[in-house]
């Protein structure tokens, strides 16, 4: 039993497993998360991972890590972690600096081998010494104690070193009082197919708990407050599998069969396996040869009456330009998601930004407007995918949908919604028999929303073409004519301006009598709030808002705008959105803090930013 237990009840932790890119810690960090998630635990979770497809094992390149914080009023992973998990030098080397004065560093010490100290470019044998790291040290010999609970269980060697995560992942729920069936659970479905693999991980990890139960050492450990969750059924999610969840709910709501034409790319291949999951529900998803033959398949498939969608990140949003512009004269509905990462080029391809904002707004040849939407959180990824789809279908549009790596891979508990929660999506038909009554062409609209209607190919009264050359507003035909090309331009940019009737208002939070407005859009939600609060409490008078519908932007947003002397956006990028913003309003006074480092901000670097421009005379 432990000799002194220091106990420290918080009202969230956070928890760092980082080793190798073959030691499994996302795996371990999944599981963590969702037995917390499952027990009433808010979690945000940040799965950090190298570009190289493999880094020489045990080199500083090659380090692999997963953030998460578990709690009540959780809206990030967490600046800095109370307990790090480290599997080898290089591991503790890139991340103790994330590790909180005071907390705990769990070590793999058989992996602290003086050969392993070189590859991780230790100059001495005393890591920690070297380091001076302020943190509890617990040495634990995970390695050992692993082979010695596999000894008899007939597997190889390598395969029991792959379960060396697992015993971690055991002393980890019992540091933080997890029970391990909900693990147990996890793993179970996990290798069902693979009951040998299942049973050397449930010993492993009940050796994990067990040797934390009786390990003599003074080391912290955690009780973690929750809060009463509202009744329903629970998942931890992350934000791509939400992001095709979403557009299933818009399928069904829609009425309309979900079609995906896509092309692997990282960080956005996890919806199209998603999707392709998904027969059972009528989805068609299929695997197309590049991002051109992607959109151009969706298309395709939205002309013929599908929901239809592609998925990419930047640089296949690039390569989908004329395509989506193809969709935009043709005014056909189409969801295109962009998973944001680090660019220009190939860039930081695991990595995180908001760079790709000002290609969703203008990268496009001609004038070629588009609705351009962005969830805030994992959870919202479904929400958001959904409002695309709506969107699309209802104002017969194009719309890009900006998540990010941030999101589209981290998770946070979810409650499943109920059907009834989200509304009926209208699509603008056009039946045979009003086809005959309004001299229907294909580009004749409601001039209240100026949407075009909907003709199904193969509906009787109803045959039709469209294409990427101008058409006559009055016919649907072919048209050179200057001032119909403009009267059709101006029609496309309105059409798109009034989705503004059908978008929530931009809602403020904070302090009432502010004259300082902190804003962000996308994926930078939880920083940005929590440091509102932050300096709010602190007795700081500031308000704090947020942008998810980004063209056409929210109707009351210069009217928000306008009410503040400053107004800071702060933003994964060199300033786009604060451009964008500039432009629209040119008489609201812009303030910066930006970040471009292919990592989502800390809080601290929000408070900093926002607290130095506020404090400038």
């Keep these: 039993m432990l000799e002194e237990t220091n106990v420290k009840t ?26 917390s ?35 009540t009023k959780v809206h990030t992973p967490g600046d800095y972690c109370d307990v790090l998990v480290a599997m080898n030098p290089a591991a503790l080397k890139q991340n103790y600096h994330h590790v909180k004065q005071g907390g705990v560093i769990i070590v793999d010490i058989d992996s602290f081998k003086e050969a392993d ?7 001495t044998n005393e890591p920690f010494k070297e380091l001076d790291i302020k943190a509890q040290i617990v040495e634990v010999p995970i390695t050992s104690l692993t082979k010695e609970a596999l000894a008899d269980s007939g597997l190889d060697n390598k395969s029991i070193l792959k379960c060396r995560n697992i015993f971690a992942l055991g002393l980890v729920c019992w540091l933080f009082d997890r029970p391990l069936e909900s693990a147990l659970h996890f793993l179970r479905k996990k290798f069902a197919k693979k009951p040998a693999i299942y049973e050397a991980n449930s010993k492993v990890i009940n050796a994990g708990y067990n040797y934390g139960a009786n390990i003599h050492a003074a080391v912290s450990t955690y009780r973690i407050e929750s ?27 829609s009425g309309r069969p979900l079609f995906l034409g896509s092309y692997p790319i990282t960080p956005a291949t996890d919806i199209l396996h998603e999707l392709a999951k998904r027969k059972d529900l009528g989805v068609k998803a299929l695997q197309m040869e590049d991002e051109i033959a992607g959109v151009c398949s ?31 004269i043709a005014e056909l509905p189409l969801v295109v998601i962009d998973v944001q990462r680090g660019g220009p080029s190939t860039g930081l391809p695991t990595k995180t930004e908001q760079t790709d904002l000002m290609q969703a707004l203008y990268g496009r040849n001609g004038e070629s407007p588009v609705a351009v939407v962005a969830p805030a959180t994992p959870t919202d990824c479904f929400t958001m995918a959904f409002e695309a789809s709506r969107i699309a279908i209802e104002h017969m549009t194009p719309v890009i949908l900006l998540t990010d790596a941030f999101i589209g891979n ?63 507003y009055e016919t649907g035909a072919i048209s050179t004519d200057p001032v119909n090309h403009e009267r059709m331009v101006y029609t496309r940019r309105e059409k798109i301006a009034r989705i503004a009737d059908d978008i929530p208002q931009l809602e403020v939070l904070g302090d009432e009598d502010a004259d300082t407005l902190l804003l962000g859009w996308g994926g930078t939600y939880g920083h940005l709030r929590t440091a509102a609060q932050d300096l709010c409490k602190a007795g700081r008078k500031l ?36 451009d964008y913003l500039q432009a629209k309003y040119p008489d609201v006074r812009i303030e910066r803090i930006n970040k471009v480092q292919g990592q989502p901000f800390l809080v601290e670097e929000v408070i900093e930013g926002v607290t130095r421009i506020m404090d400038e005379k």
């Design 10 to 35: 918080l009202e969230k932790v956070v928890v760092r497993f980082s080793g190798d890119s073959g030691d499994g810690m996302q795996l371990a960090g999944n599981i963590f998360t969702n037995v």
């Design 37 to 71: 998630a499952g027990i009433g635990n808010q979690v945000s979770t940040f799965p950090d991972y190298p570009a190289e497809i493999r880094a020489p094992q045990g080199s500083l390149g090659g380090v692999s890590g997963f953030q998460v914080s578990v709690g």
């Design 117 to 123: 100290l070189r590859k991780a470019l230790f100059a």
């Design 227 to 253: 809060d009463p969750a509202k009744p329903g059924v629970y998942t931890d999610i992350n934000g791509n599998t939400a992001t095709a969840w979403g557009l299933i709910m818009a399928s069904e709501k």
């Design 298 to 328: 969706a298309i395709g498939a939205s002309f013929a009456g599908n929901l239809a969608v592609t998925s990419t990140s930047g640089p296949g949003l690039a390569l989908k330009s004329e395509g989506i512009g193809l969709a935009v």
């Design 410 to 472: 981290g998770s946070s508990a979810w409650r499943i919604p109920d059907s009834d929660e989200y509304p009926e999506i209208k699509p603008p038909y056009i039946s045979a028999d009003k086809a005959s009554e309004i001299s229907w062409r294909p580009y004749t609209r409601d001039e209240k929303t100026k949407v075009r209607y909907w003709a199904i190919p193969g509906t009787e009264g109803l045959t039709h073409r469209l294409g990427g050359l101008e058409k006559d």
């Design 543 to 578: 308000a704090f808002t947020h942008f998810r519908y980004i063209n056409p932007l929210p109707s009351n947003t210069g009217e928000v705008l306008r009410k503040y002397k400053k107004v800071i956006v702060a933003e994964l990028n060199t300033g786009q959105f604060a």
